[in-house]
């Protein structure tokens, strides 16, 4: 049967994921070591794990109320303000969503009207810009480079922007560079942002991962920016919660009234489980100041260095990330191309690693390498590329 | 004790073998900075040995343990101490920590056959002027020690490759 007439052809365009060849290649590798994961390494903490075992055995098997359980959202509203100055109600300006991507889904189905342009840094996160299509808008990549630490700058952004032009996604700290960005050049683009009347969508899902002194910025604390940002965060990366798929959103309450309505009659809630989890993650990190956190962040920082200085002893130019759990290093000297890189390493040395083409044009001549691997395998791993480029 | 010294110990915790030049990468630290806190702290006693953490079941050794629960008269000025430095002393004893509750020292201890060990509570512990009593418990099994789990851990369940 011909199903093309009946499937949408903007979605049938859409191109399947670049990262989805190498899986195929790695699954039939069994010793490979992969630094082509997107996700911690660690278990999510036993006391969270176990609240959500006593909450099935207390018999918690219900929905929740659309927007999640309030004491959730409390909780949610009192993190964000002690550790990001954000100021959200609980009541009307947050809702829980189905991991971080979820919330992209919503922002971007509640914003966009059909052709409506949205600015996209590159390289970045696989989904913002099939979300965007699927939205019905437009997505316009704008370029970051490595000389400009992956930063999306104000010229940039300026050049980008057309009379279509409505939502800007900030993806900061970035996958897959690991680039933050800081809060001078965060006012800058908010200088662009408001002269053009944009609508910002801040995924800040790596927040807790950031190396830098100053440490994280949200956008959404720049004066007159919480009115026009939609925040998303979550607690995959925070609190290794990848599986649980728990996150949330949060904008001004006429904004988020009308992503609840798609959440509402799309997804309902979020599982009780994993809700009742994500609020353990935030009271036990209220009374121990997120210690959780603290010991996962440190043996990032502790395994980011180590990545840096072995791709720069291998005489490769790597920037140094300063958030997320990814290394971006520049392959450019091999006269390779980023898939030609990866295949071959994987296939003579047994190193997976995700070509930066994975995440935009512009990751071309780059290699994402995600250092959430215990350090033995790293080390070994770092060896092994070091072998493989010798023997180029 | 100050953050980096603290640092430096989870460090080698996690693997005491760590060259001295990897730590100080994975510090951004100095490596002359590295093997003076080192230096230090072996010599203030903070660090006492490397020794590895050793599962003896996979050994192939005839090997006992057992834990002892010893109930003491504490002596006048010295209170627990003059006793628990006479048992310390034996050979078999791997560990010996003053308790409280119901008894007043727990021994970890370790013989090569079960008759040792048993010669060692009838003939060297319990005959010990202040010792009053003692239970002795052998151990079955070790699932956990110093923090790390003997059991295999289930393999990376995450996917390979994933955005």
Same mark, same amino acid.
């Given at each position: 049967m011909? #199903?093309?007439? #009946?499937?949408?052809?903007?979605?049938?365009?859409v191109p399947k994921s670049g990262i989805r060849r190498f899986f195929d290649i790695v699954q039939t590798m069994p010793q490979a070591i992969s630094l082509g994961v997107g996700e911690p390494d660690f278990v999510t903490p036993f006391h969270i794990r176990n609240a959500a075992i006593d909450s099935l055995l207390d018999g918690e098997t219900q929905y929740t109320s659309n927007a999640g359980k309030i004491s959730l959202r409390n909780e949610i509203a009192y993190y964000l303000k002690r550790? #990001?100055? *954000?100021?959200?109600?609980p009541n009307s300006e947050i809702v829980v969503t189905v991991g971080a991507s979820e919330g992209i889904d919503l922002a971007l189905r509640a914003l966009l009207n059909p052709g409506d342009?949205? =600015? =996209?840094?590159?390289?970045?996160y696989v989904s913002y810009c099939p979300g965007v299509i699927f939205a019905g808008g437009v997505p316009v990549p704008i370029v970051t480079d490595a000389d400009n630490n992956f930063m999306l700058t104000a010229e940039t952004l300026k050049a980008a922007i057309t009379p279509k032009t409505k939502v800007l996604i900030m993806p900061y700290p970035n996958n897959p560079t690991g680039a933050v960005i800081d809060r001078e050049s965060l006012q800058k683009l908010r200088d662009v942002i408001l002269e053009n009347d944009l609508? =910002?969508?801040?995924?800040?899902i790596y927040s807790e991962l950031t190396y830098s002194e100053e440490g994280h910025v949200s956008i959404a604390t720049l004066p007159e920016m919480r009115e026009r940002t939609v925040y998303i965060n979550g607690f995959s990366k925070a609190f290794a919660m990848t599986g649980w798929r728990i996150g949330y959103l949060c904008a001004p309450a006429a904004l988020l009234e009308n992503m609840l309505k798609i959440h509402q009659y799309a997804i309902m809630c979020a599982s009780i489980q994993a809700q009742v989890a994500a609020e353990e993650a935030l009271k036990r990190g209220r009374e121990d100041?997120?210690?959780d =956190?603290?010991?996962m962040h440190q043996s990032y920082n502790h395994r980011r260095r180590l990545m840096v200085d072995g791709f720069r002893a291998m005489g490769l130019d790597c920037y140094e990330p300063l958030g997320a759990f990814y290394v971006f290093p520049s392959i450019q000297k091999t006269g390779l191309t980023s898939e030609v890189f990866c295949e071959r390493l994987l296939r003579e040395k047994g190193v997976a690693c995700v070509p930066g083409t994975a995440f935009g044009e512009c990751g071309e001549g780059f290699i994402r390498c995600c250092y959430a691997t215990a350090l033995d395998q790293l080390t070994v791993a770092l060896e092994k590329i070091d072998?493989? *480029?010798?023997? *180029? | 004790m100050d953050h980096m010294k603290l640092e430096l110990l989870q460090l080698l915790q996690q693997d005491c073998r760590t060259p001295l030049e990897k730590l100080s990468v994975?510090?951004?630290q100095p490596l002359e900075t590295i093997a003076e806190m080192l230096d230090d702290m072996e010599k203030t006693g903070v660090i006492l040995r490397y020794a590895p953490v050793i599962n003896w079941d996979r050994v192939g050794k005839e090997r006992v343990e057992g834990m002892i629960e010893v109930r003491t008269t504490p002596q006048r000025d010295e209170g627990f101490d003059a006793i628990a430095k006479r048992i310390y002393r034996f050979d078999e004893v791997k560990s010996v920590y003053l308790m409280s509750g119901a008894y007043d020292l727990l021994l970890h201890v370790e013989a090569p056959t079960l008759k040792e060990l048993a010669l060692f509570v009838s003939s060297k512990l319990s005959v010990l002027e202040n010792v009053t009593g003692t239970a002795t418990h052998f151990v079955l099994k070790c699932y956990k020690s110093d923090g790390i789990i003997f059991e295999p851990e289930p393999k990376d369940r995450r996917l390979a490759v994933n955005p």
């Open positions: 011909d #199903y093309s007439r #009946y499937l949408n052809p903007a979605i049938a365009a550790r #990001y100055s *954000l100021t959200y109600d342009e949205v =600015v =996209v840094p590159e390289p970045s609508i =910002v969508i801040s995924d800040e100041d997120y210690a =956190v603290r010991t072998e493989f *480029l010798q023997d *180029l | 994975m510090m951004n």
